[in-house]
């Protein structure tokens, strides 16, 4: 039986699940959900006006605000753009270090998620577990680079911070320890009969839908889909160093937590192999003082998905435009797409699924018309916007 | 304070209450435009490494049953009203604690223009814990500051014992 009106559950912005904002209206037919929205840009700061403004130099300190999580990859993606237009290739040494930072940075990623998504799942024993098992790679990254969060390891045309013979072994000491968890982790997640009732068979996503709605990273690979940057593409040391591609078919929730986990023990065998390798040289390559006209394009995977930069300079000391295109706005398409027809229960863990980060995804668009020259006020925008938003519901 | 607490019984419930908030707050958290940095530390703070729990303090998701707000990053124009309707749902007494640089002066977003400023200049904000982001250490200090503020007192030998701790056992 079919009620005639529609009920809508409205989650967010502020929400005990997700430590971000994020508005979410699900329509539900008693307990299913019949369709869902998701409104962002609550974390909209305008970050890519306000790096026209700033220089190089200032730029790649704003872009790893862009997002806490994975700030490394946001700095690697600009300053590989901006050595590209320049001319200037990072020494191997260097290149080696932002790949070994990268991949310290995806297992405290991919700990964090395995959490989060565990902790709405209700299986709080396992969040705290995993976020204890976190500190491991987060001491080892602040003795490398000297913060927990936002390392600021890039510099343009090279890096700052150089491994050491001590700082090798404790890396190589917590791979280890880090290894015998994560093993714990992947027998917990595939065996623990509770925790495979909230994850077998939910919100399921096929390959042909993965393609057809652009997702990336670890979503899309858990969906069958062989796509990482780092394979395709690869850039800083990942050519030397070649990453093993993990996908599973399955395309489901348990698909989404056994890719990301099998993902970490990729970047434990990844970390090591760099450390033995490690190539001997300089830290930093030459930077030209003036960036040449031109523009240029670079990607590098981010513990997300792939992350795209745009940067286009005009020979100045500030670049003209950047444009960046993170994983998680990517994914959204698909997550509203598959939380159709489940449980209400099972929408935190689909939303968490994907890994979303909020202060990725703000970023606005301005759409152009041939004859409509309008500008709005704030007020009016707002205005705009709620009464858009009641005309679509 | 009004007349009315003059009384005898009066000043024993309020003694009461401020001993039982001091000892269990309850904190919301919200994020009006941070880059995740601060809100993951603030969940690492209370997970088992550096356990905030220990203090009484329980992260909820109702701003109706909260005592603290914790805000991270600057506010952004779309977020400012959804920042002080969450205040407004606050019950009194409410406390707020900004965490992070952008929080206090809007940091390294400072002039871009969807910022409103830091959270200053939308609440009234009791504790600024600063750093980018601050350490867990940092969170809990600001937060003891804060509780021990409430009781009207410095520290106690207890707490500034389990500080010390924790801070040997990062050391370590």
């Known amino acids: 039986m079919t009620s005639e009106r529609k009920f809508i559950v409205p989650i967010g912005p502020q929400h005990p699940a997700l430590k971000e904002p994020g508005h979410f209206e699900f329509t539900v037919d008693g307990e299913i959900v019949t369709d869902a929205s998701v409104r962002l840009g609550y974390v909209h700061r305008g970050i890519e006006k306000g790096a026209e403004e700033r220089s190089y130099i200032q730029d790649l300190y704003l872009f790893e605000r862009i997002c806490g999580i994975c700030s490394h990859v946001h700095a690697t993606a600009f300053a590989l753009g901006v050595e590209r237009l320049a001319g200037v290739e990072a020494p191997l ?74 700082l090798r072994d404790q890396i190589l000491r917590g791979m280890d320890q880090l290894e015998k968890r994560i093993q714990h982790y992947l027998n917990v997640v595939t065996t623990d009969r509770t925790f495979l009732a909230r994850t077998e068979g939910v919100g399921r996503m096929t390959r042909e839908q993965a393609d057809l709605f652009g997702a990336v990273g670890p979503t899309a690979r858990a969906s069958g889909v062989p796509r990482d940057v780092r394979v395709d593409a690869p850039y800083a040391y990942y050519s030397t160093v070649p990453v093993r591609l993990i996908t599973d078919e399955r395309g489901d929730l348990l698909a989404r937590f056994v890719v990301r986990i099998n993902e970490l023990f ?45 940067v286009k300079s005009n020979g100045g000391e500030k670049p003209e435009r950047v444009k960046v295109r993170t994983p998680s706005l990517c994914n959204w398409g698909s997550v509203m797409q598959v939380a159709v027809g489940h449980k209400l229960a099972d929408m935190p863990m689909i939303l968490a699924g994907i890994d979303p980060c909020f202060s990725c995804n703000d970023r606005m668009v301005q759409l152009k018309r041939k004859d409509s020259q309008q500008w709005m ?11 858009y938003y009641k005309k679509v519901l | 304070m009004e007349q009315s607490l003059r009384s005898p019984w009066q000043e024993i419930l309020e003694k009461v209450r401020v001993w039982a908030r001091v000892n269990s707050p309850w904190a919301i958290h919200y994020n009006s435009g941070s880059c995740n940095g601060c809100d993951i530390e603030i969940v690492a703070t209370l997970t088992p490494r550096y356990d905030l729990e220990r ?51 809007g940091g390294v977003f400072h002039g871009l223009y969807n910022i409103a400023g830091g959270i200053d200049e939308v609440l009234p904000v009791d504790v600024f814990i600063p750093g980018c982001p601050p350490r867990p250490e940092a969170i809990i200090y600001g937060l003891v500051q804060l509780l021990e503020g409430l009781r009207g007192r410095e520290p106690s030998p207890e707490v500034k014992k389990m500080l010390q701790k924790t801070a040997k056992e990062e050391r370590q």
Request: with cysteine; proline share 4%.
């Open chain 2, 55 to 105: 203090f009484g303090v329980k992260l909820e998701g109702s701003p109706r049953h909260a005592d603290v707000l914790i805000c991270t990053g600057p506010v952004t124009r779309q977020s400012r009203d959804r920042l002080l309707r969450i205040y407004h749902q606050m019950p009194e007494p409410k406390f707020v604690v900004a965490v992070g640089s952008c929080g206090l002066s």
């Open chain 1, 93 to 166: 040494r260097a290149q080696a270090i932002r790949s070994l930072v990268a991949e310290m940075e995806r297992i405290h990623s991919h700990m964090l998620w395995l959490g989060v998504a565990a902790h709405e799942g209700g299986f709080d024993t396992l969040f705290m577990y995993s976020w204890r098992d976190r500190e491991i790679v987060m001491d080892l990254l602040e003795a490398f680079t000297g913060n927990r969060v936002n390392y600021s390891v890039n510099l343009l045309g090279g890096v700052k911070c150089d491994v050491n013979e001590s």
């Open chain 1, 266 to 310: 990729e970047a434990i065998r990844v970390i090591r192999e760099i450390l033995d390798h490690l190539p001997e040289g300089e830290l930093t390559a030459r930077m030209p003082r003036r960036i040449p006209a031109g523009e240029t394009i670079s990607r590098v995977e981010a513990p997300r998905g792939e992350l795209f930069y745009f």
């Open chain 1, 377 to 387: 006020s704030w007020e009016d925008l707002r205005q705009y916007g709620i009464e």
